[in-house]
């Protein structure tokens, strides 16, 4: 039987009153290293998660509350995302690659350079109505050997990139120190990407295939990871002391407290209300009274 804490909803602004779920949250897994990269299937009614230094990924079922392990080793994988054609699309420290598993159990490796050179260890992924795909490639993976291969950088920058469904790549931001999570606002005409080092997240203007803006939307003096957006248009962001939700007038409005430091999120179930959260050592899962946005 799962463990059970008190769910604890800070209201910061009126806007937030109301928003809640049930009453305590469950911790149906602990003794990870530092997890990470949570995704839900639907039609499976499973999620998959990292535990990057133990080079694992976990598989949580929905149905019988059982965790179990679903890859090992597995390349120091980080973040991931489920494709409209639900297959897993996975960042790979180890591998220093984006792969995809595809419906039999083989894995497509999508990308592992950029003009010749190896990534420094791809992060965080989604995905754009287009079938794109978009992701970010900060070089934690390359730093030791603690969740992948220390290694030398040999791109010489930490960018997000683009790859095309026609296979082609290209890098849509530059200017970030270390580009973490991602996600993309419901009508895909904006896109926000965490700069954990710089701890906030920045906005961007999409057009087609290019961003134009990159101002800071948020910021915390101890920094975000993954992000994703609730049906309502807030955006929920993992942080040191739980998630952080932000109206889109960039008002941090509450806060949903979490014992140990929360490095991603996922929505799933039926009805999209059931939250995951990957939080150093533990999983911890609650339902709630709102909604994730599809595939953000």
Known sequence: MADTIPAQFQVLDDRFLGVGGDSVVERPFTGG???EGPAYHGAGR???FSDIPNDRVLRYDEVTGRTDVFTAPADFPNGRTVDRQGRFLSCEHGARRLTRLEHDGTVTVLADS???QRFNSPNDVVTAADGSI??????YGIRSDYEGHQAQEEIGGRYVYRLGVDGTLEVV???FTQPNGLAFSEDETRLFVVDSQ????RVFDVAGERLTGGAVFAADPQGYDGIRFDSSGRLWGAAHDGLHCYEPDQTLVGKLLIPEVVSNLAFGGRQLNHLFLTATTSLYTLRVNFSGARYR
């Open 33 to 35: 290293r530092w997890l």
């Open 46 to 48: 499973f999620l998959l």
């Open 114 to 116: 950029y003009r010749g």
């Open 134 to 139: 978009w992701f970010t490639d900060p070089t």
């Open 173 to 175: 931001a530059d200017d």
């Open 198 to 201: 710089e701890r906030h997240i």
